[in-house]
């Protein structure tokens, strides 16, 4: 430790009572020993006798300098801090007759929210009378939640609650898009287009107007030459 005032988040050197410990560190093997021996062997190394892991049988203790310990620890934390993900929830908010363009440019937004890796909190708000449209409502949100498959997975289903129906979209985790089962079906058909022009051309034989027609026969015929 030598001469560090901080508060001290573990028991080190002499605050270690119990009789035995294992010992762990840089370029040392691990190995239990009776405290004392511990003490003394980080004594000689000019370094801390660091509790890491008080409730190990038996406790587990670190031969490092307590400053550059705390550093570390510290440092583990920031970095980690640094790698989680704040979530946040986005709202967007409908009517239950929203017009095409509008629906589209919410749309938008929200696959932009998503790929952000936030969530999104859809609602179709009914002022007035307009509740007797509340089915036309879930309609809308289920369209919005189909039409975003392949970048969220539907976390709350629509539901009415006082004047708004809400639905809850979370993004999903990074990876290959799923595809929705229109585009399936539009490849599918694709590629069977495609194997039956293949399948007709190979059946008709080669084109006798092709300026490749004969190719084959006529480099055959000079090679004999």
Do not use: W
């Not at 002022?127 to 939640?145: C, Y």
């Not at 022009?197 to 006798?208: Q, T």
Request: charged content about 35%; aromatic content about 6%; hydrophobic content about 35%.
């Amino acid at each position: 430790m030598k001469g560090d005032n901080k508060k001290q988040q573990y028991r080190i050197n002499e605050q270690i009572r119990v009789p035995e410990v294992r010992i762990v560190g840089e370029d040392i093997e691990s190995a239990v020993m009776p405290t004392r021996n511990a003490l003394r062997l980080a004594e000689d190394k000019g370094v801390d006798l660091v509790e890491i892991s008080p409730n190990a049988q038996p406790p587990v203790c670190r031969l490092i300098d307590y400053s550059k310990f705390l550093y570390q620890q510290k440092k583990k934390a920031k970095e980690l801090k640094a790698k989680q993900v704040k979530v946040e929830v986005k709202e967007i908010r409908f009517g239950p007759q929203t017009g095409e363009a509008d629906y589209a440019f919410k749309l938008k937004h929200a696959q932009e929210f998503l790929t952000d890796g936030n969530k999104v909190k859809a609602y179709v708000f009914f002022k007035g009378r307009s509740i007797v449209f509340k089915e036309q409502g879930e309609v809308l949100l289920l369209r919005f939640a189909n039409d975003l498959e392949e970048l969220a997975k539907v976390e709350s289903m629509p539901s009415l609650e006082g004047k708004k129906m809400f639905l809850t979209l979370a993004p999903k985790k990074a990876g290959a898009p799923k595809k929705s089962q229109q585009r399936r079906d539009n490849e599918a058909a694709e590629a069977q287009a495609k194997a039956e022009a293949k399948a007709r051309e190979e059946a008709e034989g080669p084109n006798p107007n092709s300026p490749f027609a004969g190719l084959a026969e006529k480099l055959a015929a000079k090679e004999e030459e």
